[in-house]
């Protein structure tokens, strides 16, 4: 899903065909592919739903982010301008 409209393109939706990925997976798809469309779509606003169920140990999601697999993606999407 890439969104309709005005906003085609910048609502992105990443599925993973497998769990158990991690920091290295999230980190890759941030770089490549969402960080690049946040910084040409130049929002004013960005809010973040902080689910957690991709942490390690979770058993809901089957991934695997690290603390601080998180922190490196929260100090990502605060250099968006």
């Known amino acids: 899903m ?3 409209g005005p906003g085609a393109g ?3 939706n990443v599925p993973w065909e497998n769990t158990g990925c991690g920091d290295a997976d999230y980190l890759a798809v941030w770089d490549h592919i969402l960080l ?3 910084k040409e779509f130049d929002p004013d606003m960005i809010i973040v739903s902080a689910g957690l ?3 390690v140990g979770d058993p809901l999601g089957g991934c695997r982010i690290t603390p601080y697999g998180y922190s490196v993606m929260l100090k990502k999407i ?3 301008e």
């Open 53 to 55: 169920d991709a942490a």
């Open 78 to 80: 605060r250099a968006v």
């Open 36 to 38: 690049p469309v946040a």
């Open 2 to 4: 890439v969104g309709e």
């Open 10 to 12: 910048y609502n992105i």
